[in-house]
């Protein structure tokens, strides 16, 4: 992505908040950073300032997927999106933040530890922070094609660990028809439909109102009684809403395919970097017009995983995510700040270590 080009202002907006109290800029950047795209917009982060300068990103035990998630993939990755939003909105302040992984341990509370230190001078306008508001994931259907110079983009973006490659279309009918088995199987279990509902908000109204989950329906306001009855409908005739076909459909039709991988290993390191790498490649998509949906069915869980690993031969995978254009759509709002910026400490168990 290339940078904004021409001369900065002479009273630049952001010298004011790299100039501010210590907890204004800290404010802003953990808004930033929580703009990331998270499953069922569960947003799982909290962050909490050791001190003026250091910042604890953790997980919110909460807000994890029991059925959805149950190794905590998908949590990292999110944690990573979020990590990546606040190291952009950082560095376009001129921070050039120091990172600790898991400086407790991978099994302790904290998923990074982060340093601003000290400001240099302000950079040129980092357009990628503009571009964290505007980035969507793609639920639907998406048009094509992906243009040479998107892939060539997205080839050279700088990838750390994480490992991207694109699915060759005769990859696709087994891709599609692993994942609309594996999602008509874990939608026929009735506490993965439990857990789906809890997240699952009747209106735009009360998506606005809790600020974090999925509308039922594209209405600002739905009657409460039919929103009932679409719940227990989903609930106990889970056969009228199989997303088989759907998900099948949807992948087939996909314009491309990419898959993230890390041959180096696989673990909450690994998933935290993947996270950032599919921030990266969203917001690179967000700045040429495009949207990228992601498939967490296919690497949900281990057994699935080794599935799309043998359809794929890739070691290793961690998301496979489709991509094109989408309808443009609002985005999902987020959490109030004070819910997410020095929280009341969790007294639910944390995630099992994965062996």
């Known amino acids: 992505m290339s940078d904004a080009s021409g001369d900065m202002p002479a009273t630049d907006p952001r010298a004011f908040l790299r100039d501010a109290e210590p907890q204004r800029r800290l ?68 921070y050039q933040p120091e990172v600790v992984p898991f400086p407790e341990g991978e099994q302790g509370p904290t998923a990074v530890r982060i340093s601003l230190g000290e400001p240099g001078t302000l950079p040129e306008p980092d357009p990628r922070v503009d571009l964290q508001a505007r980035r969507r994931t793609a639920h639907g259907r998406l048009s094509g094609p992906v243009e040479p110079a998107v892939r060539d983009a997205l080839d050279h973006l700088d990838l750390g660990e994480a490992e991207l490659s694109w699915a060759e279309n005769v990859w696709k009918d087994a891709l599609a028809g692993h994942a609309a088995v594996t999602a008509s199987r874990r939608w026929r279990e009735h506490a993965f439909r439990r857990e789906f509902l809890a997240w699952l908000r009747k209106d735009h109204a009360e998506l606005e109102e809790r600020r974090d989950g999925m509308a039922m329906t594209r209405f600002r306001r739905f009657p409460g009684w039919l929103a009932k009855v679409g719940r227990r409908a989903m ?27 890390t041959p180096a290993g696989n673990g909450r390191p690994q998933w935290l ?16 017009g495009h949207a990228m949906g992601p498939e967490a069915v296919l690497t949900a869980t281990e057994s699935a995983r ?24 609002p985005g999902t709002p987020r959490r109030r700040l004070h819910r997410v910026l020095n929280p009341p400490a969790p007294t639910f168990p944390l995630y099992p270590h994965p062996d």
């Not at 970097?273 to 040429?288: C, F």
């Not at 080794?306 to 759509?329: C, F, S, Y």
């Open 273 to 288: 970097a993947v996270g950032r790498v599919y921030q990266r490649i969203g917001l690179e998509l967000a700045h040429a």
């Open 306 to 329: 080794a599935e799309t690993a043998n359809i794929l031969r890739r070691k290793e995978p961690q998301l496979v995510a489709r991509i094109g254009r989408a309808r443009p759509h």
């Open 235 to 261: 609930l106990y005739l889970p056969v009228l809403f199989d997303p088989e076909r759907k998900t099948g459909r949807r992948i087939r039709q996909a314009p491309a395919l990419v898959v993230l991988a």
């Open 27 to 94: 404010d802003y950047l953990v808004g930033r950073a929580s703009m990331a795209p998270s499953p069922y917009n569960t947003q799982p982060w909290r962050f909490r300032s050791r001190d003026a300068e250091v910042v604890d990103l953790q997980w919110d035990p909460d807000r994890r997927l029991d059925q959805a998630d149950p190794n905590g993939r998908l949590l990292f990755v999110a944690l990573g999106a979020a990590l990546e939003n606040f190291m952009i909105a950082a560095g376009d302040l001129g």
